[in-house]
């Protein structure tokens, strides 16, 4: 009877030791993935915020995220307990999962919509800076004076951009290397164009003023037929929105008018699998639907 005992002890001992063991294994594991995880959430964060020049330090924006991840989930949590005849543990840990997903990655997305709609800016207001600076270049200044021509006006952003590639060259960075900077910067095609043209031209000699003219028409024809796409497309846009959306609005709807219906989902394996199954369906169908309405010219 003692061996036995002392055996079953023993067992214990080296149960809980196991268990011990791989509990600090997983800790570590998910300590150092989360660690990896955020110092590239704040690098990446960090070029977005330089992008759209906003002075803010990058780790902000993953606590702002890692808040709004958690008043989603408090909000929906909350009006599931309120407004749900028959909420269970399972169905609120769910919709808290769901919802603080997807707004864990919502600042980063204002970040690239803001850098998209300045891109957007920058583009259109490039025609009229291609045209006063072959103006300035036909009056005698040199290609930096015509910069600056561009840069002392008032027209953000690009004279922010022009500004910030004068101060360069004044700090004593070629012409060549600041222009390709501020290509990589902005990420714009036509922008490229205008770089490419103004360091051939400025080893082979070229003429500038005639260069000038006839990017700016590129340019105006360019924008005109993305303003065209863009209406074009403007309908398959919004149905991907509403297809993302109706989902998730029918498990609301069917949730308050069928709850016990919905509960056979929310408080069984099977039911979580298939709803995290539809979720990830439906993320699937949107991302192709934006790939198919977006064309670049």
Same mark, same amino acid.
């Given at each position: 009877?003692m061996?036995?005992?002392?055996?079953?002890?023993?067992?214990?001992?080296?149960?809980?030791?196991?268990?011990?063991?791989?509990?600090?294994?997983?800790?570590?594991?998910?300590?150092?993935?989360?660690?990896?995880?955020?110092?590239?959430?704040?690098?990446?964060?960090?070029?977005?915020?330089?992008?759209?020049?906003?002075?803010?330090?990058?780790?902000?924006?993953?606590?702002?995220?890692?808040?709004?991840?958690?008043?989603? *989930?408090?909000?929906?949590?909350?009006?599931?307990?309120?407004?749900?005849?028959?909420?269970?543990?399972?169905?609120?840990?769910?919709?808290?999962?769901?919802? *603080?997903?997807?707004a864990?990655?919502?600042?980063?997305?204002?970040?690239?919509?803001?850098?998209?709609?300045?891109?957007?800016?920058?583009?259109?207001?490039?025609?009229? *800076?291609?045209?006063?600076m072959?103006?300035?270049?036909?009056?005698?200044?040199?290609?930096?004076? *015509?910069?600056?021509?561009?840069?002392?006006?008032?027209? /953000?952003?690009?004279?922010?951009?022009?500004?910030?590639?004068?101060?360069?060259?004044?700090?004593?960075?070629?012409?060549?290397?600041?222009?390709?900077? &501020?290509?990589?910067?902005?990420?714009?095609?036509?922008?490229?164009?205008?770089?490419?043209?103004?360091?051939?031209?400025?080893?082979? $000699? $070229?003429?500038?003023?005639?260069?000038?003219?006839?990017l700016?028409?590129?340019?105006?024809?360019?924008?005109?037929?993305?303003?065209?796409? /863009?209406?074009?497309?403007?309908?398959?846009?919004?149905?991907?929105?509403?297809?993302?959306?109706?989902?998730?609005?029918?498990?609301?709807?069917?949730?308050?008018?069928?709850?016990?219906? &919905?509960?056979?989902?929310?408080?069984?394996i099977? $039911?979580?699998?298939?709803?995290?199954?539809v979720?990830?369906?439906?993320?699937?169908?949107?991302?192709?639907?934006?790939?198919?309405?977006?064309?670049?010219?």
């Amino acid at each position: 009877m003692m061996e036995g005992d002392v055996l079953i002890a023993l067992a214990s001992i080296c149960s809980g030791v196991s268990i011990l063991l791989v509990t600090l294994v997983v800790v570590e594991f998910f300590s150092y993935t989360s660690k990896t995880y955020k110092e590239r959430y704040i690098k990446e964060a960090a070029v977005e915020l330089d992008d759209v020049l906003l002075q803010m330090p990058a780790g902000r924006i993953f606590d702002l995220s890692c808040a709004l991840s958690c008043l989603a *989930a408090f909000i929906g949590v909350s009006a599931i307990v309120i407004f749900s005849p028959a909420w269970s543990l399972s169905r609120a840990v769910f919709v808290a999962l769901i919802l *603080a997903g997807g707004a864990f990655p919502l600042p980063r997305l204002y970040l690239r919509h803001k850098k998209k709609i300045r891109l957007i800016l920058f583009n259109e207001q490039l025609e009229d *800076a291609l045209t006063s600076m072959s103006s300035a270049l036909r009056s005698g200044f040199s290609i930096n004076q *015509a910069i600056e021509v561009v840069a002392q006006e008032n027209r /953000r952003p690009i004279s922010v951009e022009f500004r910030l590639l004068m101060q360069e060259i004044r700090l004593g960075v070629p012409v060549d290397e600041a222009l390709q900077k &501020m290509v990589n910067r902005l990420g714009s095609d036509d922008f490229e164009l205008v770089a490419t043209a103004i360091i051939t031209a400025r080893q082979t $000699g $070229g003429e500038l003023t005639a260069i000038f003219q006839r990017l700016a028409g590129v340019i105006r024809e360019r924008t005109r037929i993305q303003g065209r796409l /863009r209406s074009m497309t403007a309908q398959g846009r919004l149905q991907a929105y509403v297809v993302g959306a109706m989902p998730f609005i029918l498990m609301l709807a069917m949730n308050y008018v069928a709850p016990q219906m &919905m509960s056979v989902f929310f408080n069984s394996i099977v $039911g979580i699998l298939i709803m995290v199954g539809v979720c990830m369906l439906v993320l699937i169908g949107f991302l192709v639907i934006r790939k198919i309405t977006t064309i670049d010219i």
